[in-house]
């Protein structure tokens, strides 16, 4: 009997976390670069039952609820919209811009709102969180002390300009892709790193580059409503399994006495 009573509630805990999953893409549905979350379950320990018989077939199995298997990213692209800001940039296909932290360390991200950065007197472009953007040689992408701005051409082509009569090449913009995106490792806020599933970052080469816009979430407030409530129904049949089970439980233990 105590056996149902953590199988319903191995129900209740897994739908939470669901419900937890579905709560963050929704409040993420208008973050840049945002990539949609879901939690995969699977069954947890089958065993057989009492009685063994001849036909290993005709054997009862008795289950033990459910557990999370993973939790997956969705890496389809997201719409894009126009901001019209020198400094924001959105992929067109599959790859992420390359991003080095303060301890150098490196991740990747499809979020493309930058910003300059004055660092040792020098203007750096960075992240949102003040991280390097890098170039395709691995180097931060600092401007000139004459540039103004920082322009990407589609391929990825950097342009310094001072918005007058000058402006020079610099190299390329820092664009890579994974043969098993769905194996990046999510750092939080949009930044990911390899793993050994992922595969190691090779250069993108079905990607282009937009300045001046951004690259909407990815998620689909429709789909995660709809999962919403499945999830609810869900936890709430398990919380009756869980009621039922406690009752029946008091019932056994009354008819001790």
Known sequence: MFEAILT?????????????????????VNTA????SRLNFKDALYVAGRYAYADEAANQQKGHGLMTASISRVFSSGSFIATERNLDFAIEGEGFFEIMSADGSVFYTRAGNFYLSDIGGEQYLVNGSGNLVLDD????????DWAAAVNIGYEGQ??????????????FLALYDF??????????????????ASGEPMKAERCHVRQGV??????????????LIRAQRAFSFASRALTTA????????????
Do not use: K
């Open 8 to 28: 319903a509630a191995s129900g209740i805990s897994g739908q939470q976390r669901r419900i937890d999953t579905i709560a963050d893409n929704v409040a993420n």
């Open 33 to 36: 670069g945002f990539r949609a």
């Open 137 to 144: 040689e691995g180097a931060p992408i600092i401007l000139p």
């Open 158 to 171: 950097l342009v310094f300009t001072n918005n007058v009569d000058r402006q020079m090449e610099a190299g």
């Open 179 to 196: 043969i098993n995106a769905d194996g990046l490792s999510s750092l939080g806020g949009c930044n990911y790193v390899p793993t050994a």
């Open 214 to 227: 951004l690259e909407n979430s990815n998620v689909d407030m429709g789909q995660e409503m709809t999962r």
């Open 246 to 257: 406690d009752d029946m439980e008091g019932i056994a233990n009354n008819l001790r006495r």
